[in-house]
DNA sequence: GCAAGGTC
């Protein structure tokens, strides 16, 4: 039997309809599928199923100082076992194997780590290595036909990564949070790819905070061509400004002083034409974009609206449902063996751009683009032939595949023209213009025009707006309809965008395709950036400052740089993986040399900011601080930080987590809050302020308490708390505690309408333009409740809206009742999902 | 309960 081991299911399986010419059968082994015809049999990994880590002796953090990571033994352990399993049942009974993981180094150490597991059953069966960039059939087969070995220098490279990444990454991370006492769920972390993405974060946010904005004017005026009495000026008017030569002979138009734009815009008020000095036309040539890596998705996928995760969770349900190609990838270069007519034709059925797609048919050459990146890991992100139908997918998803599929027609759509007018006039002054600065006042206008539409015709995601200046000849006078003096401040640079960080991670080569975007989620997770564009907590300060400090490699690039040149030299067999391992450890030994006199000063820094990152203002009762703390049962609150001596508090929202504002109250000097909850995210503004209103405000009754109302006579009233949030609730709270959710803003209108079924009256909810019928309370409750149930699954990471279906179809309807299921029961139910993916959730949902 | 890298 001849065993083909790929990277991950989908490839399996697409690999074995190649190789079988589509006539398989699919089997379960140790609840993984296994893709069989002849005496051939196909698995797919799920990527790494072993993971590098240390013996169990070192797992607690307190017994084991951190320097002693060091130089433990590090061993490779399974991770998923049902993968494992699976693999040696069936390499026992192999006579050959094929090693089909991806074509990159991480593709070679999985491969490698195949091979071993194989060996530990079967010590002779041969093990073959192919490779193919993309699973089609000239390169699948090709690949079969020319088989090769497993590069094991190059896995060797891959470990080395393994390795070091552990060591730095484990022993740092513990010596940061034992030195803070932050054990538990807050631990501090740091490594070589979160280090520096941090550091990005932190750099930019001291330029800003460092920035001094600096005054300066510009001058605008409207032009008018004068011929054609008919002209009107709200419609043919075109913008002019103001512009000089500096210094340095280079062209200005910033004004740094406020008396020389005061004196330039009097002159140019007073003026009553302006001559055409010079008229200029280029012609350029707008090229269509190349195709779509990772990186350039996420690019267009945030200029429509979607976060990375959510561009890459919509791409990855794309992908698996057969769509579009691999999302994970950083080639920008179509692969030969892709006929683009074919697929232009395939999709030239589909709706919404069926007919865009028939329209490059008729080009006599269909020559794609192509991008600097040229890699052999997966195909460039294109569209497959297969065609969704409507009702298959999502808006969201239709808009990502939409993207995906107009990206594709331009990258084999002609070049977009240009033509681009820039005019400059004279201004002539009237008599009554003072000479102060008796230099020529010249205006510039620039125009463009698109003049052949060219790929912008399929790909609507580019601007192609078009400024307006007239046909004008030199010589030609302009009447001046309005001008303007405008102050303005230079502005400090700008927080990075997420997609924008990924392009700087990629363009300073740390982190991959596949986790740069996970990375800035760890950041999220970690407590050290906030809000979106994320903005450096003063946690995150402080691990970048004592990092610069006593472990500046963890905070740069060039720790990846040079962990890129040892692997390239263990791959070239150049180096050895245990000297580029032993360096790496000597070189972290004499970190933590420095670094464990400081432990005290470490500690104190991190400690302090991680209170001020928490610290609200002045205690009304004690003076002292107050600050955001959470509860033993997991909420969170406002407390004095004199406590227990002052007990004082304030409640907060029990939805989100609190993000302190820079914002200050001005009755109690605290700081706002805001509630950071995903979609429902809202300012809560002062607690303090909070808390008084709802002590201000009266409850009112709008009906009788259906748990206790005939027995005790509680009544239902429409109730503030000191939280912020309202509810509807019995007036015996707390000896009944029957509620039912309002909104938490709006005013709330008790109509006359009365509901049959439990006699109360229906709400309306004034907020914004349009009122909100919510109806009667209980009614809207339930209704909300069986619409939470379903929206529910997705919340867990992994679950999309089709897997999220599935689940339901399989009877499995919200969170607790996917905890409660069997794992191999349920991935006998759900297609496509093995037991430990159904493990991995379970785990996520704890 | 650490990293970063696969995959989902």
Request: glycine content about 8%.
């Amino acid at each position: 039997m001849e065993l083909i081991v790929t990277e991950k299911d989908n490839a399996a399986r697409r690999l074995s309809e190649i190789l079988s010419n589509g006539d398989f059968d699919t089997e379960r082994r140790a609840g993984v599928n296994v893709y069989r015809w002849g005496g051939t049999r196909c698995i797919g990994l799920s990527g790494h199923v072993v993971a590098v880590d240390f013996p169990p002796e070192y797992d607690d953090w307190r017994d084991v100082e951190p320097v002693e990571l060091i130089d433990a033994p590090v061993r490779k352990r399974p991770t998923q076992e049902g993968i494992v399993r699976a693999l040696r049942l069936l390499s026992r009974d192999a006579d050959r194997v094929v090693i089909a993981t991806d074509y990159d180094r991480e593709g070679e150490l999985i491969g490698k780590e195949a091979y071993e597991l194989i060996r530990e059953v079967n010590e002779d069966v041969p093990v073959d290595r192919v490779r193919f960039s993309s699973i089609t059939e000239n390169e699948v087969r090709g690949a079969f036909e020319d088989r090769d070995e497993i590069d094991f220098d190059l896995a060797a490279a891959g470990e080395a990564r393994q390795i070091i990444d552990l060591i730095w990454g484990a022993s740092l991370t513990r010596f940061l949070s034992l030195s803070a006492r932050q054990l538990g769920d807050d631990f501090i972390s740091v490594g070589r790819v979160q280090g520096p993405t941090l550091k990005l974060i932190v750099d930019r946010e001291r330029e800003i905070e460092a920035f001094d904005p600096e005054d300066y004017w510009e001058l605008f005026a409207d032009l008018l061509k004068r011929e054609g009495a008919e002209s009107d000026p709200d419609k043919d008017a075109f913008d002019a400004q103001y512009f000089y030569e500096d210094d340095d002979g280079t062209e200005a138009e910033r004004v740094w002083d406020e008396a020389t734009a005061e004196a330039v815009y009097g002159r140019l008020r007073e003026a009553e034409a302006a001559t055409v000095s010079s008229v200029r036309r280029r012609r350029r040539t707008d090229e269509p974009p190349a195709p779509f890596n990772t990186t350039q998705f996420i690019r267009a996928a945030s200029s429509i609206g979607y976060s990375a995760q959510r561009a890459m969770s919509i791409a990855e349900d794309l992908y698996t449902a057969g769509f579009i190609t691999y999302p994970r990838t950083d080639n920008t270069v179509y692969p030969e063996d892709l006929d683009e007519r074919e697929l232009l034709e395939e999709l030239s059925m589909g709706r919404e751009f069926g007919d865009d797609a028939e329209s490059l048919l008729e080009l006599d050459d269909i020559e794609p683009t192509e991008g600097d990146e040229e890699t052999t890991d997966h195909p460039p992100i294109h569209p497959t032939g297969e065609l969704p139908a409507a009702s298959e997918l999502s808006d969201d998803e239709w808009e990502v595949y939409e993207l995906v599929v107009r990206r594709f027609l331009a990258t084999c759509a002609p070049d977009a023209e240009w033509e681009h007018l820039r005019v400059v006039t004279e201004v002539e002054e009237g008599d009554d213009a003072v000479g102060i600065d008796e230099g020529l006042l010249r205006l510039k206008s620039n125009g463009k025009r698109l003049t052949e539409e060219g790929y912008h015709a399929v790909y609507p995601y580019f601007s192609t707006n078009e400024s307006y200046v007239p046909d004008v000849t030199e010589g030609e006078a302009l009447g001046i309809v309005e001008t303007a003096l405008e102050a303005k401040q230079t502005q400090p640079p700008r927080r990075y965008g997420q997609s924008r960080l990924i392009e700087t991670m990629e363009d300073m080569g740390i982190g991959t395709k596949a986790t740069r975007h996970d990375v800035i989620q760890k950041l999220y997770d970690r407590g050290y950036i906030e809000s979106d564009p994320p903005r450096p907590t003063g946690l995150a300060k402080a691990v970048v400052e004592a990092s610069e400090e006593f472990a500046d490699r963890i905070v740069s690039d060039e720790m990846t740089a040079q962990l890129e040149a040892d692997m390239q030299a263990i791959a070239s067999g150049e180096k050895e993986f245990d000297e580029v391992a032993d360096e790496s450890r000597e070189m972290l030994s004499r970190v933590f040399e420095e670094l464990v006199d400081s432990r005290e000063e470490v500690g104190d820094h991190l400690q302090k900011s991680l209170k001020a990152d928490k610290q609200l203002g002045p205690c009304p009762e004690c003076g002292d601080t107050l600050l955001v703390r959470k509860s033993r049962a997991g909420s969170y609150f406002v407390g004095c930080d004199g406590y227990p001596e002052c007990e004082y508090t304030l409640p907060l929202p029990s939805t989100g987590k609190p993000l302190i504002l820079d914002e200050v109250c001005d009755d109690h000097g605290l700081n706002h809050v805001k509630m950071l909850a995903g979609r429902k995210t809202f300012v809560h503004g002062c607690p303090q302020c909070q808390a008084d209103e709802a002590d201000e405000e009266e409850d009112e009754v709008i009906g009788e308490c259906p748990d206790c109302g005939e027995e005790h006579g509680g009544d239902l009233a429409i109730k503030r708390l000191r939280s912020g949030s309202r509810l509807v609730g019995c007036t015996r709270y707390p000896d009944c505690d029957y509620s039912l959710p309002l909104p938490r803003r709006g005013e709330i209108e008790v109509t006359d309408e009365t509901c049959e079924e439990h006699d109360l009256p229906h709400l309306v909810v004034h907020s914004g333009d349009e009122p909100w019928e919510l109806g009667c309370p209980i009614c809207n409750y339930r209704e909300y409740q069986s619409r939470q149930a379903g929206s529910e699954l997705e919340t867990i990471d992994g679950i999309g809206e089709k897997t999220a279906e599935k689940l339901k179809d399989a009877g499995v309807n919200d969170v607790s009742s996917l905890k409660e299921m069997e794992p191999d029961a349920l991935a006998e139910q759900v297609d496509g999902i093995g037991p430990d993916t159904v493990r991995d959730w379970q785990a996520k949902a704890d």
